[in-house]
C-alpha cells in the first residue's frame, strides 16, 4: 500500500528556534498533501493543506507565517515551525490521500515536538 | 453541535471480547465514513471505509452505517491485546470536499 514517510519522529528544540518537519510520499505522487496537529487524547486538527507548485491554504485561526508550508515537488511537503514556544508543542502528522482513487489517506507517523 | 461527536473512553475489555465503537455525526451531507486505528505516538491507519449504509466486513472488524439515524459502528470481534489503541472515525462529503472530519477517538484497552 501507499506509504508517506515523516522525518523526525521526535524533536526537542529551544525556545525561540525553527524546526522544519518534512513528509514524504514514497512510490506515488502527492499533489495534496495534509499537516494535522494532534494534542493529547484529542482529535487530529487540520492545520493546512499543502498543494504542490502553489500556496498552503490553511485553515481558520492557523497562523500562516508560524506555521510555513512548502510544497516544492510532487512527493515532498515540509512544515516549518518558525520561531518555536512551548504552546506549540504538540504532535504534527502528515497526509496524503491514498492513490488508488478512494477517499482513504495515509498519513505518516507524527513528529512530536518539544519546545523547552 | 460537534459536526462528528465520539466518545474518548477508555473502553477497557477482556480478551475475547466484542468491542462496540460509535460515532455520530450531525450532517446529512456526508457521503463516506472511515474508522483508523492509532497507537500511541503513532500516525493513523486506515481499517476500513465505506459508501453506503449497511454493513461491510474485513476478518475480524465490521464497519456498519446507519444514515438515518446518522449513527456508525466499528464492531471487533474476538478483540487482542494487539488491538490496544485509539479509534478515530473520519467521515466525509466527497466530491471536491474530500478532506474528512475526525472524531475526538477512543481508546481501546483489551486486558489478558
Not at chain 1, 504542490?52 to 512544515?79: C, M, P, R, W
Request: hydrophobic share 30%; glycine share 8%; aromatic share 12%.
Amino acid at each position: 500500500g501507499a506509504v508517506v514517510s515523516q522525518h523526525p519522529s521526535r524533536v526537542i528544540c529551544k525556545s525561540g528556534t525553527s524546526v522544519k518537519i518534512e513528509c514524504r510520499s514514497l512510490d506515488f505522487q502527492a499533489t495534496t498533501m495534509f499537516w494535522y496537529r494532534q494534542f493529547p487524547k484529542q482529535s487530529l486538527m487540520l492545520m493546512a493543506t499543502s498543494n504542490e507548485g502553489s500556496k498552503a491554504t490553511y485553515e481558520q485561526g492557523v497562523e500562516k507565517d508560524k506555521f510555513l508550508i512548502n510544497h516544492a515537488s510532487l512527493t515532498l511537503s515540509t512544515l516549518t515551525v518558525a520561531s518555536a514556544h512551548p504552546e506549540d508543542s504538540s504532535f504534527y502528522i502528515c497526509s496524503a490521500r491514498d492513490p488508488d482513487g478512494s477517499y482513504g489517506y495515509t498519513f505518516g507517523s507524527g513528529t512530536r515536538l518539544t519546545v523547552v | 453541535q460537534k459536526e462528528v461527536e465520539q466518545d474518548p473512553g477508555p473502553l477497557s475489555v477482556p480478551e475475547g471480547a466484542i468491542v462496540s465503537l460509535n460515532c455520530t455525526y450531525s450532517n446529512s451531507a456526508f457521503q463516506y465514513f472511515m474508522w483508523y486505528r492509532q497507537y500511541s505516538r503513532k500516525g493513523p491507519e486506515l481499517l476500513m471505509y465505506t459508501y453506503s449504509s449497511g454493513n461491510k466486513e474485513d476478518g475480524r472488524f465490521t464497519a456498519q452505517v446507519d444514515k438515518s439515524s446518522k449513527y456508525i459502528s466499528l464492531f471487533i470481534r474476538d478483540s487482542q491485546p494487539s488491538d490496544s489503541a485509539t479509534y478515530l472515525c473520519a467521515i466525509g462529503k466527497g466530491g471536491g470536499s474530500y478532506i474528512p472530519t475526525f472524531g475526538r477517538g477512543t481508546s481501546l484497552i483489551v486486558h489478558p
